[in-house]
């Protein structure tokens, strides 16, 4: 039997193929998707069955993890999707839903499996080094021991929760220049990306229409009132966002990188593909870690 370490438990065991996106946000986009099937726009022939797995924890801990998945798919994120939200991604009813400690295990959990893992490689669209790699590599080390009940606390860093939706009908939005597939990109991906300048460092995931920031440096948020996650309390569909930087980027630019992105490994792929044949995707299993990573971005957005 191989035994590899556990990147949680650290404990010589076999491990169990884990997601590093949820099987329920997998689940929910297959559902509702036009065809019933996630596509992954790397390659419009092959349709993605179950997302990525990867080999990450032993099933102790796995078994740990799916529990606070399950909840907060069943008290957080099918509420919100089925009975505060329309078709078309608009939020038609005001409400507030609550929740337990699982929250932030589960929000820490996912920024911990995205983040410990070098995905940030494959998602910068600039060349500038990341200032912040003691600081980043220090947190996670903080998270795997939160999540393994070594500590109580998830550190010196706040989390917070963000109900995306259609901003299609906000006069504001017109007049900015956005990505065409805006509203896509809010209610049908999944992404992460550390923002970041020289003085502040945050950790940005989300998943369908949910996000999830994560303040590091410094250590608060200004400007999103009510989307702080507690121990335990209630969280309102409805928010305010006022930090006009952070709204930049997942508004305006992230989105835009997004497309860009696409374009680049569309084109990548067809290059490759020219040069080797048209086989290139059975061999995916054998692909690096690495890559599998960059897949889990690009492969983010379904019909
Ligand atoms: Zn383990």
Redesign the pocket.
């Known amino acids: 039997m191989n035994q590899e370490e556990?990147k949680?438990?650290l404990?010589q065991?076999k491990l169990e193929n884990s997601h590093i996106i949820p099987s329920f946000v997998i689940n929910w986009l297959k559902k509702t998707s036009l065809t019933g099937h996630l596509r992954n726009p790397n390659d419009s022939n092959r349709r993605i069955q179950d997302g990525q797995k990867i080999k990450l924890?032993?099933r102790?801990?796995e078994a740990i993890f799916s529990t606070y998945e399950s909840q907060f798919n069943r008290k957080i994120f099918m509420p919100y999707v089925n009975n505060h939200m329309d078709l078309s991604g608009e939020i038609v009813k005001d409400g507030s839903l609550k929740y337990d400690t699982w929250n932030l295990k589960f929000i820490i959990s996912l920024q911990w499996r995205i983040f410990s893992l070098g995905m940030e490689n494959f998602i910068r669209a600039d060349n500038d080094p990341n200032p912040h790699t003691e600081l980043i590599k220090k947190t996670n080390e903080h998270f795997r021991r939160y999540l393994n009940s070594e500590t109580t606390n998830t550190g010196n860093n706040n989390t917070y929760i963000l109900f995306l939706r259609n901003i299609n009908n906000y006069n504001n939005v017109k007049q900015l220049d956005l990505s065409p597939k805006l509203n896509h990109y809010l209610i049908r991906s999944y992404d992460a990306s550390f923002i970041y300048n020289n003085s502040q460092l945050f950790y940005f995931s989300k998943i369908g229409p949910i996000a999830f920031i994560t303040s590091i440096l410094p250590n608060k948020l200004v400007g999103y009132p009510d989307s702080r996650v507690k121990l335990k309390g209630a969280i309102s569909v409805i928010q305010k966002w006022l930090n006009e930087d952070l709204n930049h980027f997942i508004f305006v630019k992230r989105p835009k990188q997004m497309d860009l992105l696409r374009k680049k490994t569309e084109n990548q792929k067809a290059q490759i593909e020219k040069a080797i044949g048209q086989n290139l995707h059975r061999k995916n299993d054998t692909m690096t870690l690495h890559v599998t990573y960059s897949d889990f971005l690009r492969s983010g957005i379904d019909d």
């Open positions: 556990c949680l438990c404990k065991k924890l032993c102790d801990c």
